[in-house]
């Protein structure tokens, strides 16, 4: 099987760091994403590791450790535009390599 | 641009109706899906298509089928709608290939049954 956990909600303000974390459960995966979504809109994807490390994309960073079945979402120089909420998701080997999506965090991003 | 676009962005119905909800891909892209958003559970996988003509099940199949007989379109069927239907529907497309990860969900469908 195939589980993944988040953070229902984090909380910041503006100009802030903020980690919002993802841990898993699965035998093996191709890679971990991570998706925002702003109220009422459709998932926007921000970015993919398919090896562990850091992969860094303007503001936003994620890392993936497969040893550690962890995963982060990193957004600094937060802006009142973040607040949404944030997915992690995995393309499991042992799903029909279909995506598995986290519960979901949502942040709020106070002035 | 990659576009994929959902025929109704609110859809009210009556339990016992069939509701058919449509989504639409312009990339050409061979694998199409169909979720449900709940709040707390995410997103979970209802059907799935590798190629026309083509579907498998997801996670909550029942109470579901769909239709995909063109390569651009995928369609969902709610055979008999329930209360318990009531969700946000969203379909994402994504190009063939393991190496692809990047889905691209349409705008939702907001389905309420009464």
């Known amino acids: 099987g195939q589980s993944l956990e988040q953070p229902s909600e984090v909380t910041a303000v503006e100009g802030a760091i903020v980690q919002i974390n993802c841990t898993y459960q699965?035998?093996?995966?191709?890679?971990l994403s991570w998706y925002q979504q702003h109220d009422g809109g459709a998932p926007t994807f921000l970015s993919y590791?398919?090896?562990?490390g850091l992969e860094e994309t303007g503001r936003f960073s994620s890392f993936l450790s497969r040893s550690d079945s962890y995963g982060y979402l990193l957004l600094q120089e937060l802006q009142m535009k973040d607040s949404a909420s944030y997915f992690c998701?995995?393309?499991?080997?042992?799903?029909?390599?279909?995506?598995?999506f986290g519960p979901g965090t949502r942040l709020s991003v106070l002035p | 641009d990659v576009k994929v676009t959902q025929s109704s962005r609110y859809l009210v119905k009556r339990t016992g109706e069939k509701v058919f909800l449509e989504c639409v891909q312009d990339?050409?892209?061979?694998?199409m899906f169909w979720y449900r958003q709940d709040p707390g559970l995410g997103l979970r996988l209802i059907y799935f298509?590798?190629?026309?003509?083509?579907?498998e099940k997801g996670d909550i199949p029942e109470g579901y089928s769909v239709s995909r007989e063109k390569k651009e379109r995928f369609s969902l069927i709610l055979e008999s709608a329930s209360t318990n239907q009531t969700s946000m529907y969203l379909c994402?497309?994504?190009?063939?290939?393991?190496?692809?990860?990047?889905?691209?969900f349409g705008p939702g469908t907001r389905l309420t049954v009464t």
């Open positions: 994402a497309s994504i190009s063939g290939g393991l190496a692809s990860y990047e889905q691209y």
């Open positions: 990339m050409d892209h061979e694998n």
């Open positions: 590791n398919a090896l562990d």
């Open positions: 298509s590798y190629d026309v003509k083509m579907k």
């Open positions: 998701a995995v393309r499991d080997k042992n799903y029909g390599q279909n995506f598995v």
């Open positions: 699965t035998s093996g995966f191709y890679g």
